[in-house]
């Protein structure tokens, strides 16, 4: 877009660095290259670029940066991704209050003063610099930091843009360099890098009456990012559609597809749900990173005694161990980690899952299918002529299931499944509850493994801290155990993005099925009885095991209270 000599060229005219003459000439350049004004004057070599610059600045009353005289802070740079800034021109400067302050060569570049806004979910600022030497600070300051700098942490989400675009290019029905299908092809690309940039596990596209909502899980926990107008709402939801292969005039019924990418020999699958609501389609993608599953049962964070215990549970030749929390708390990653701890040339696995979310080298997985009948109990039945040693039962969430899972068991088969329950002891009621005689589960199930996922606290900015007699109290610690506890607490920084925690770990509960709890299963006793035999036997609860990880300065007393519960026995 050609600038008018009305604006800042007559602040060049003013100070005689520019004649009349000379700027009708470079007018025509202008026009007959399409390029602005100011350019065509450096080109002609009738000023310098930092001229106009400082013209601009002086014009539209904005501040001019000689970036040769000034030092930006580690911390300011790290704010915007390197990517983000070679793309854009753009450098940080600094921070004042909520604000972020950027140097911009051209005043009137809304689109990158509002794709940053987007990104950063801050109020921009701007100041001017020419655009050579914000080049030059790009260059100087970003890769310089020693430890994990802003390029290294973004380098596979740049090569995830690129083999993403390259996978929607294939027929997609959009067209890149159309006006108006453009930005929102870039504004779908944006919000899927900008959530695997802060490691999210979700990303949560939610329409209302005046507005959409986008919102990303990081460490479980929902972030609300700056939302684009209500009426970008069909354009976003149509290019979600398309990735995900999905029936984009299907506006009434659920559907569930999705999109894949691969980056460098890296493959990112994004598990994508949309659900009608009553101010039109709701969609959610899930973030599935292969290398999450990559991690071994050392690493899951169970204790000492737990690990001993699970690493013994699963090599035995039969039996049920079932793993209970809600969605969302780690069960896949344990029973991911117990497969490839067991997959060996000498073991056959075959997993019934729905849907397959990792595929696991060596293991043979099965996707329930519900449309041509295929469920879970089915495929069970038919997994056992192929002769395994393991079975991995995505969900016993009916009888037809839970019976099968069990004579499974009972024919000499190691069987892992999962249970949405809120302890290790309510699986056993529960299975019940579904119809399974008391006297199956006593002799099938082995052991339950109740699991949660608690943030860490950031191993950058955490610190020393001292909780009140009061807080210690309530989470049932005593002054014994404070002496001699690491009690640490997250300042927040740019590693954490503020919020003083980076990651989660999981805390267990796990409850080996002993000859007393068997009796307990046997009489029928409630789930309180079961869970006070479990505990005098040894057994850690899910608040116990979050308390001694607090304890050795993992996570907070409030991470734990956020996410479990003191039962009676606890207090005990």
Do not use: W
């Amino acid at each position: 877009m050609a600038s008018q000599p009305s604006d800042y060229v007559n602040v060049l005219l003013k100070r005689s660095l520019v004649s009349p003459d000379q700027v009708t000439e470079a007018e025509e350049l202008s026009k007959t290259n399409n390029i602005p004004l100011g350019e065509s004057l450096v080109s002609l070599n009738y000023v310098t670029g930092e001229d106009v610059c400082r013209a601009m600045a002086e014009h539209y009353a904005l501040d001019y940066v000689n970036l040769s005289e000034i030092k930006i802070p580690e911390s300011v740079v790290e704010l915007v991704p390197e990517t983000i800034a070679r793309e854009n021109i753009t450098i940080p400067l600094s921070e004042e209050g909520d604000a972020l302050r950027v140097i911009l060569a051209d005043p009137m570049d809304v689109e990158t003063v509002e794709k940053l806004r987007f990104i950063l979910n801050r109020q921009i600022q701007i100041a001017l610099a020419p655009r050579a030497s914000i080049l030059e600070a790009i260059n100087r300051y970003y890769g310089q930091f020693d430890g994990e700098s802003a390029d290294s942490m973004l380098q596979e989400f740049t090569d995830t843009a690129i083999d993403f675009t390259e996978t929607e290019d294939a027929g997609d029905g959009f067209d890149d360099d159309d006006d108006s299908n453009g930005p929102i092809v870039r504004l779908v690309h944006l919000m899927i890098s900008e959530a695997v940039q802060l490691r999210a596990s979700d990303i949560h596209v939610e329409p209302f009456e005046d507005r959409i909502r986008i919102r990303y899980r990081i460490d479980g926990r929902l972030v609300e990012r700056d939302s684009p107008p209500r009426r970008l709402l069909g354009a976003i939801l149509s290019r979600i559609k398309i990735l995900a292969d999905m029936d984009i005039a299907e506006r009434r019924r659920p559907q569930d597809g999705r999109i894949k990418i691969t980056a460098g020999g890296k493959t990112l699958d994004l598990r994508v749900s949309v659900l009608p609501t009553n101010h039109g389609q709701s969609v959610v993608m899930r973030l599935l990173d292969p290398d999450n599953i990559k991690i071994g049962i050392r690493q899951l964070g169970l204790g000492e005694t737990d690990f001993r215990l699970f690493t013994e549970l699963i090599k035995r030749p039969n039996g049920i161990i079932l793993v209970t929390g809600p969605t969302g708390s780690g069960k896949t990653t344990t029973l991911y980690a117990a497969l490839n701890a067991m997959n060996r040339p000498d073991r056959k696995i075959i997993t019934a899952e729905d849907p397959v979310e990792y595929y696991l080298p060596g293991i043979n997985q099965t996707e329930v299918r519900h449309d041509i009948g295929l469920d879970f109990a089915k495929i069970i039945k038919a997994m056992l002529r192929q002769a395994p040693n393991m079975i991995l039962v995505g969900e016993m969430r009916d009888h037809e299931t839970a019976s099968m899972g069990i004579q499974a068991s009972l024919t000499g088969h190691l069987v892992f499944s999962t249970l949405h329950t809120n302890d290790a002891p309510s699986a056993i009621s529960r299975l019940t509850d579904i119809g399974v005689p008391g006297y199956l589960v006593a002799s099938s199930v082995i052991a339950v493994l109740a699991q949660r996922l608690v943030r860490v606290i950031c191993p950058r900015c955490k610190q020393p801290h001292k909780y009140t007699k009061e807080v210690l109290e309530s989470a049932g610690i005593t002054p014994e155990m404070a002496n001699g506890a690491k009690f640490m607490k997250g300042a927040g920084c740019n590693h954490c993005n503020r919020s003083g925690y980076r990651g989660r770990i999981a805390v267990y509960e796990i409850m080996r099925l002993t000859s007393k709890i068997r009796e307990h299963i046997f009489k029928n006793s409630t789930t309180a009885q079961i869970r006070e035999t479990a505990m005098a036997e040894g057994m850690s609860t899910l608040f116990q095991d979050g308390i001694l990880k607090v304890l050795n300065g993992i996570t907070t007393i409030e991470e734990v209270f956020r996410v479990t519960k003191k039962t009676e026995q606890d207090d005990e």
